[in-house]
């Protein structure tokens, strides 16, 4: 079993995998930017005068991305992009309490998130019934006027 986790250890470490990282990184963070602002890959790729394949592969994070492709995406997407180089030593100590605030500011905004689409479709069952009554009411003024 050491052995495995020497190779695994050894793996992680390339520049190949920290590449695959990255990429998968960015593509979670594409389809998070998209689902907040309610985007298709279809809307993407139409905005972004480029294939849905191109797109679909960005996501699934089967493309390399040049700095270019990564601001066309920001600028469609109405984001700024952010890289940072951390020495290993400190992003190691700093790894758990990150990977905690992350998890911590993801679910206050899933809870935002979800408290706000209760209250828009709270409204829209209103609006619903409102205008179901008014046509109610539409329909008897229209009956009580043809007798």
Do not use: H, W
Not at 42 to 50: I, S, T
Not at 125 to 143: G, K, P
């Amino acid at each position: 079993m050491a052995r495995f986790k020497d190779i695994l250890s050894r793996l992680k470490n390339t520049p190949e995998m920290k590449a695959a990282r990255v990429q998968m990184k960015l593509a979670l963070m594409l389809d998070r930017v998209m689902r907040r602002r309610c985007m298709t890959k279809a809307d993407l790729a139409e905005q972004m005068n480029c294939s849905r394949s191109y797109v679909t592969q960005a996501l699934r994070g089967d493309k390399n991305f040049s700095i270019l492709s990564l601001a066309k995406f920001a600028t469609v997407l109405d984001c700024e992009i952010s890289v940072n180089f951390i020495p290993k030593d400190i992003y190691e100590q700093n790894f758990e309490r990150i990977k905690y605030l992350i998890k911590t500011y993801d679910l206050e905004r899933n809870k935002l998130a979800y408290s706000e689409a209760k209250s828009v479709q709270s409204k829209q069952s209103r609006n619903v019934d409102l205008t179901q009554v008014r046509l109610e009411c539409e329909s008897d003024e229209a009956i009580n006027l043809a007798a």
